[in-house]
């Protein structure tokens, strides 16, 4: 059992210099960031009682909606003045010259950006055991993995190093660590934000995702960067936006709601209804997720919800979670083709099988491949058929120790909403003391985002008063 009494408590408002004093403390056992930002204690005067010396961020903004905000960024996004690896060694030197847009965002909004945060081997990956910078430890349990592909950025929220981060979800790298390490991710419907500045893996499937301790918070990052960028030919126009639109739905039943302060929403869920898993697929979870998810759906119908039991074929799901897999393989054989043919250390091993594996399928197997992702539409539409939103496990298991095999199906679940552009995230599952972190994944419709936001920020809330199963 891994011992916790080390382990900082995070809270919503979690200060630079407690996020500073968690980093060089912990940061040389975790190994969750890459590189920092310079200056940062004194650029952001640090006070000594533990607050951030007034509401005065990295872009001399006031009073902005993160002032004081700090945030961890996953090595795939650029973050101007540092390296800019992409989790491989053949960029090791490579040195972002700008920010890519949805940093600006932040930055703009007052949010104080940290570093860039440990992730797999160009995001193709399930563990963050990466063989150029090294292993990120699990924060809640040293030994285990973090996840992947975004396990650092899942990693430095869980340890009190940040309040939120960045990464990137192609089949569930941002919402498989954040049940990983119990906290909260969020993947917006594809092309809320836009993927410019962004290392890709695979263009149909990549999504910036959100990570933080709690769902408030997720509200409060997401609200500033899912803006459509007229410059990304990935993104998409929705309308209307994602979370103001959310946040009126989940203070409209306040007396005084106003769109920043953000009260809590109404707990009730009598009006919703929710596709859950059947008998036969519970039964096919690791034990410890199957009994925090069945309490789970207890809790939510005794707060009123309605759950309906579906079945899912799993082979169908790992088919599709193949197809994908192919898709990522052969992007990169045309996105890193330079790299790959330089026979030198820049690029492992592993990635390179990977990276020839799919330059060597034919155009049949390809088409194949995306004919098998486009099934995915209809397997999500006949789930979702008159409900709101699915609720699963986030993933089949729990976090597994480093010394034990990946498990091929710790995606199944996640890439559903990556085929489909869907909207869903992960929330971390009331369970008991010295228990390993379980997620809940909630997806909804493709654009449907505030209600997702409003429906997840709800179920917490009911979590918060329920007992750990």
Same mark, same amino acid.
């Given at each position: ?9 995070? &809270? ?171 906290? !909260? ?13 962004i290392e890709p893996l695979s263009r149909r499937l990549d999504h910036v995702g959100v990570l933080a301790a709690n769902m408030a918070d997720i509200v409060l990052v997401a609200d500033v960067v899912c803006q459509f960028d007229s410059s990304c030919i990935w993104a998409i126009d929705y309308a209307p936006p994602a979370v103001s639109m959310a946040t009126s739905a989940a203070t409209a039943h306040t007396a005084d709601a106003t769109h920043r ?85 820049? !690029? ?15 155009? !049949? ?98 979590? &918060? ?5």
């Amino acid at each position: 059992m891994a011992d916790m009494g080390n382990m900082p408590k995070y &809270q919503s408002a979690l200060s630079l210099k407690e996020a500073l004093i968690n980093i060089a403390r912990d940061n040389d056992r975790l190994n969750i960031f890459m590189d920092m930002a310079s200056g940062l204690s004194s650029a952001h005067g640090c006070s000594g009682d533990g607050s951030d010396g007034g509401d005065i961020d990295n872009t001399g903004a006031i009073h902005n909606a993160l002032a004081g905000f700090s945030v961890a960024i996953k090595a795939n996004i650029a973050v101007r003045g540092l390296p800019f690896t992409a989790g491989m060694g053949a960029f090791r030197n490579r040195i972002a010259e700008q920010d890519a847009p949805v940093v600006t965002l932040l930055r703009e909004a007052g949010a104080i950006i940290l570093g860039t945060v440990n992730m797999d081997e160009a995001a193709l990956g399930a563990e963050t055991n990466n063989p150029h910078f090294g292993r990120t430890e699990n924060p809640r349990w040293p030994g285990f993995t973090a996840g992947g592909s975004s396990g650092g950025s899942a990693a430095a929220v869980a340890a009190g190093f940040a309040r939120a981060a960045l990464g990137t979800d192609t089949m569930g790298s941002c919402r498989i660590p954040a049940a990983y390490c119990g906290v !909260v991710g969020y993947k917006p419907s594809y092309g809320r934000i836009g993927m410019n500045g962004i290392e890709p893996l695979s263009r149909r499937l990549d999504h910036v995702g959100v990570l933080a301790a709690n769902m408030a918070d997720i509200v409060l990052v997401a609200d500033v960067v899912c803006q459509f960028d007229s410059s990304c030919i990935w993104a998409i126009d929705y309308a209307p936006p994602a979370v103001s639109m959310a946040t009126s739905a989940a203070t409209a039943h306040t007396a005084d709601a106003t769109h920043r302060t953000l009260p809590n929403p109404i707990v009730g869920l009598e009006q919703h209804r929710f596709a859950v898993l059947d008998e036969a697929s519970v039964q096919r979870l690791q034990p410890a997720v199957a009994k925090a998810y069945q309490q789970a759906v207890r809790t939510l119908r005794g707060a009123g919800a309605i759950t309906i039991a579906r079945s899912v074929d799993p082979t169908l799901l790992a088919a599709v979670r193949r197809a994908g897999l192919l898709l990522c393989e052969a992007e990169l054989a045309i996105s890193l083709a330079a790299e790959y043919q330089r026979d030198d250390a820049g !690029v492992s091993q592993h990635l390179r099988s990977m990276i020839a594996f799919g330059a060597h399928k034919s155009a !049949v197997d390809l088409v194949r491949a995306g004919a098998k992702m486009d099934a995915a539409i209809l397997i999500e539409r006949q789930l979702l058929q008159g409900v709101d939103a699915l609720l699963w496990p986030t993933a089949p298991q729990t976090a597994f120790a480093f010394d034990q095999p990946v498990p091929p199906d710790q995606a199944d679940f996640t890439c559903l909403a990556n085929f489909t552009g869907a909207a869903a995230l992960s929330l971390p599952l009331p369970v008991g003391s010295g228990s390993m972190p379980v997620g809940l994944q909630i997806m909804t419709r493709r654009g449907a985002d505030a209600e997702l936001l409003a429906i997840g920020w709800a179920i917490e809330k009911i979590f &918060q008063l329920a007992p750990p199963s």
